[in-house]
């Protein structure tokens, strides 16, 4: 055989090989370090764990997704770790997905600090990473340096404290204390609630940090008691938010406004305290009557109950799913780069709208259906901002049920 027929036959092999292995590709893999277990659980498995279970039975039920590339559906399979709510472990299984099981998308961590950690990994391997359950105050101001990495959920600034502060001064508050878990999420929601509730006159009295995992919280809610505060804002998790609730009960505190979260948001907390949680305020906010939501809601009240909804992110973690779906479907691919592409610049057609991501990479304010909730009548109900509102703002809080 000459030379020249050599590297034809050699390029027909590597022809009829990259063909085979395009035909081969018979699934999409996602893969993820998220909390299965440990304290960070209680959001996990109520927040973006539900959602994406019901994604992925949707999407394998119809036959997968169309990509082009390979010229047919591909069914979606999960290759999830448990970090056990422990940040280092969270790392090294994000790496142990990309590196070793080498899957083809991933699936974010649970919880702001852990996000913040993952996401320099994902960016490292040009893998595109979408935050869930996390905040990203500190981490949009890393995106220049991080282009595969963006944000579903809003959070503080994003637009959720603005919004509370209006609300709060429109109603009429003058006074203020916040309690806050000394982590990622609690300084980022605290550092930013402290001097806008200041600028719009409110004062606030004081501002104290708690551990994670604190057993007692009643020296701090005596202290705003004392201090007659119209305003509590506890950022602390679901843990934490329970503990006050119990305890603002046992000594008799009923401020006027009382912010709880994450954890106000879910609806563990309405089946805990039943007509206790009448007027409490949460951040989020969506409920059945958002628009595209109905559907949703049903399928999943039927596969987990009310008591699993969280009406803060649900609907931000459909949205970005069936914009990743639509993506897919547009490109063609599940390639990161490309995926990352529309990601960073297209406005795509989902159930819940018109979805898209801003210069932040955060998703765009004008897709968000609220930034805050409040429970009216065993709804949580969207009461900001006004022109999103599904019912009025409560202020004050209705006094707590009589024993």
């Known amino acids: 055989m000459g030379r020249k027929a050599f590297l034809l036959a050699l390029g027909f092999v590597f022809i009829l090989c990259s063909v085979s292995y395009v035909q081969a590709k018979d699934k999409i893999v996602i893969g993820a370090a998220r909390s299965l277990s440990g304290p960070l659980a209680t959001i996990g498995d109520s927040a973006f764990r539900p959602v994406y279970e019901i994604w992925v ?200 406004a009382l912010v709880l979260g994450p954890g106000g948001n879910f609806g563990f907390y309405k089946k805990i305290f039943g007509p206790a949680a009448e007027g409490v305020i949460g951040f989020g906010a969506w409920n059945c009557k958002t628009p595209g939501m109905k559907e949703f809601c049903d399928v999943f009240f039927s596969k987990y109950g009310e008591d699993r909804t969280d009406w803060w992110g649900h609907f931000f973690y459909w949205a970005w799913l069936q914009f990743l779906e639509k993506a897919i479907e547009k490109t063609g691919s599940i390639d990161n780069d490309k995926l990352r592409e529309v990601f960073a610049e297209e406005k795509l057609d989902t159930s819940v709208g018109k979805i898209w991501f801003d210069e932040h990479h955060l998703m765009a304010k004008e897709c968000h259906p609220g930034e805050i909730g409040q429970w009216q009548k065993g709804m949580f109900e969207v009461v900001g901002p006004k022109d999103k509102a599904t019912a009025k703002f409560i202020y004050p809080k209705p006094p707590w049920p009589k024993k």
């Open 57 to 256: 039975e949707k999407v394998n039920k119809a036959g997968g997704i169309y990509v082009k590339e390979y010229g047919k559906k591909l069914p979606v399979e999960l290759k999830i770790y448990d970090d056990k709510s422990d940040m280092a472990t969270m790392t090294r299984l994000l790496e142990k997905v990309i590196v070793d099981d080498k899957v083809d998308l991933l699936f974010p961590p649970v919880s702001t600090g852990f996000l913040f950690a993952a996401a320099p990994i994902a960016n490292k391997h040009k893998k595109l990473l979408v935050g869930c359950e996390g905040g990203a105050t500190k981490l949009k101001e890393l995106i220049p340096r991080l282009p595969y990495v963006f944000a579903s959920l809003n959070f503080s600034d994003h637009n959720q404290v603005p919004v509370l502060v209006d609300l709060l001064a429109d109603a009429g508050a003058k006074s203020a204390a916040i309690i806050f878990m000394g982590d990622l999420h609690g300084i980022e929601y605290s550092s930013v609630e402290a001097p806008l509730l200041t600028t719009k006159g409110i004062d606030v009295k004081f501002m104290k940090s708690v551990p994670p995992g604190i057993k007692d919280l009643s020296p701090l809610l005596r202290e705003a008691k004392r201090l007659k505060v119209d305003v509590l804002i506890v950022n602390g998790y679901p843990d934490e938010v329970i503990l006050t609730t119990k305890q603002l009960m046992e000594i008799d505190f009923n401020p006027k």
